[in-house]
């Protein structure tokens, strides 16, 4: 079988250009994918763990925890401490998080944009609907 007729070779290189474009625009912000993915979702869910944000951006917990700090550390989101169990831990979105949310969605979607502008918004529709299809049948 030839190498471009795998479908599994066609998503790989499309996420890896994908990625390599949406790296090169978020780059100036000191961003990356995966840290827009968690600005993203703490934007809107607000006070979720460690692991609920590991689960919806589809990454391991182990892999997010330097991130997490990274973030801290630069004042983008901050940690609140459960009351009643030290260990857990709430994930929030700073002021500093939220602006950046906003500077960062219009570059965000352009890329997206970008991206998709080969396709129809039919063609779009289908294209997230057989992708998520490959996905959950993966699992």
Not at 41 to 48: A, E, F, M
Not at 68 to 89: F, N, P, Q, T, V
Request: without cysteine.
């Amino acid at each position: 079988m030839n190498l471009h007729d795998l479908t599994s070779h066609l998503i790989h290189r499309t996420d890896v250009r994908a990625m390599n474009y949406f790296k090169k625009k978020l780059k100036p912000y000191g961003m990356t994918p995966v840290r827009w993915s968690i600005i993203s979702v703490l934007d809107s869910q607000k006070g979720i763990t460690q692991t609920e944000l590991a689960e919806a951006i589809d990454k391991k917990q182990t892999t997010i925890v330097e991130m997490i700090y990274a973030m801290e550390e630069k004042g983008l989101l901050k940690r609140i401490y459960s009351k009643r169990d030290r260990r857990l831990h709430y994930l929030f979105l700073t002021e500093k998080g939220e602006e950046l949310k906003k500077i960062l969605s219009p570059l965000v979607e352009d890329a997206h944009l970008f991206i998709t502008r080969q396709l129809s918004n039919e063609e779009n529709t289908q294209l997230k609907t057989l992708l998520n299809k490959v996905y959950n049948g993966i699992q």
